[in-house]
């Protein structure tokens, strides 16, 4: 039941708006500069006090090659010596973040990201994972979730083996279109070639899960090429999909300013892209998690969306929404408790904050207990399709109705439109809601409308 998506295209033109992604409620467009140092050491003790157990992210900046669409923060270079300044600021953060923590919290949950964390060096990605095992209590027996991305370009059978060997089980691999003349128009040639040989290795080497990643509305991307992207990456079997939609925001991230916005696919040709994918992939097998993400029915995402068990954070969906996040590097952020915090976004300003013994914690903000509840009520709609009224209003001691009374014209629309179903009790996202289940969240946000909505990507 989970997996049903209906497709109700007028459903969609209708609600179809720019809006948020919620990794986090707030968002990270609420973060200001009144959140500092001060309050990460806070949440960090009281992280220690209540033994919660972990989830790492690790920014690596750096890629040798720049793809037009890229909107992540990142340090495009050949000079491969970057990396190690970069790694000792990077070394000297894990201490000071490790120190505030006990060594028994357990590290359930590792995730490298990028940039290109492959563009490290064999000893270096020894170095630094070296380095987070002296300071955090990293699991030894395979039971974590501990992952990678991977640029094919950058990675052959010696760096899976490698991987494999530091204790990595999970990868990502960045595909998005296998169509040359796409690939042209964004400056990524890569080969159908490249990406099976990578994931032949991580399967010889008992990789856990891959996750592919691919991207509709691309330069030169048609519904019917890229539907046979969408077969080729079919047949190679990951265990999980992302299918995101390309937003071209030109004027906030200038790799894109490179890309002929005459070559764009309209949006009618951008909606058949994504039919035919959902298609292509339910016929598959896959299952629709949310959010642009698709898992095979045994995979953890798709038993715990059954099991009513599955969350979202600044990784997307997991299953270690219980943990708090520490994330480490340029830009990374942190979810510990009631607090977001961001570490500065450009490098320098980062590497020189450590070199003076510093964190660079440059922005965040405080959950009040407003944020908190909408935050749960975004969470059940967004990883389970449904929220069950009684238990928001026990979880916070509210009557759900009242609280929200101002929005029930808006959701009543949603449910005589067929988005949603409304009763006395819950909410239910309806197969054609589902792909507009942001759309349902967004009612819930109290910041939307103060926010400038060009900052966000459309729903679909």
């Keep these: 039941m989970l997996d049903a998506i209906r497709w109700d295209s007028d459903l969609i033109r209708r609600y179809d708006l720019a809006g948020p992604r919620y990794t986090s409620y707030p968002t990270a467009v609420q973060f200001h500069g009144q959140v500092g140092t001060f309050d990460l050491f806070h949440a960090l003790r009281d992280s220690r006090k209540a033994q ?40 000297q953060e894990i201490q000071l973040i490790a120190c505030h ?13 990028g940039g290109t964390p492959t563009f490290l060096s064999h000893d270096e990605l020894r170095q630094l994972m070296a380095h987070l095992r ?36 999970r990868v990502s691999i960045g595909l998005q279109d296998l169509d040359p003349a ?33 991207i509709y509305g691309l330069p030169k991307q048609t519904p019917d090429n890229f539907s046979r992207t969408v077969d080729e990456v079919i047949s190679l079997q990951p265990d999980r999909l992302s299918v995101f939609n390309y937003a071209h925001l030109p004027e906030r991230f200038m790799p894109q300013r490179r890309i002929n916005s005459s070559e764009l696919p309209s949006p009618a040709q951008k909606l058949e892209m994504l039919q035919r994918s959902i298609e292509q992939l339910t016929a598959a097998g896959y299952r629709y998690i949310g959010m642009d993400h698709f898992a095979l029915p045994d995979d953890e ?30 830009s990374a952020i942190s979810q510990i408790g009631d607090l977001y915090c961001q570490n500065s976004s450009d490098l320098n300003a980062y590497q020189n904050s450590l070199v003076s013994a510093q964190l660079a914690t440059s922005r965040g903000l405080i959950c009040n207990a407003d944020d908190r509840l909408r935050r749960a009520v975004i969470q059940q ?14 979880q916070f001691n509210i009557d759900f109705q009242g609280y929200f009374g101002a ?23 309806l197969p054609a809601g589902r ?13 939307l409308e103060q926010q400038n909505r060009q900052r966000f990507s459309r729903v679909i």
């Design 101 to 113: 923590l006990d060594p028994a919290q357990k590290v359930e949950q590792l995730h490298f990201g």
């Design 301 to 330: 995402l798709a038993i715990a969306q059954e099991e009513h068990t599955l969350q979202r954070n600044f990784q997307g969906y997991t299953t270690h929404g219980h943990c708090d996040l520490v994330g480490l590097g340029v």
């Design 182 to 214: 796409v690939q042209r128009a964004v400056n990524r040639l890569q080969s159908l070639e490249e990406t099976r040989a990578v994931i032949d290795a991580a399967r010889t080497l008992q990789f856990r899960s891959i996750n592919i990643d691919l």
């Design 52 to 91: 919660r157990p972990l989830s790492l992210y690790v920014h690596v900046p750096f890629c040798a090659n720049i793809c037009y669409y890229c909107a992540c923060n990142k340090v495009i270079t050949k000079d491969r010596g970057r990396a190690q300044p970069y790694l000792q600021r990077l070394e």
């Design 435 to 447: 792909l507009l289940v942001r759309s349902v969240c967004m009612v819930f946000d109290a910041y």
């Design 134 to 169: 002296k300071h955090f209590n990293l699991l030894d027996d395979d039971s974590g979730d501990y992952g990678i991305e991977i640029d094919p370009r950058e990675a052959d059978w010696s760096t899976m083996g490698l991987l494999r060997e530091l204790g990595f089980n």
């Design 381 to 394: 709609l967004i990883c389970n399709f449904e929220l069950q009224f009684a238990e928001i209003e026990q």
């Design 407 to 429: 929005l029930w014209p808006q959701l009543q629309g949603m449910a005589e439109d067929g988005l949603l179903r409304l009763e006395r009790e819950c909410i239910e996202v």
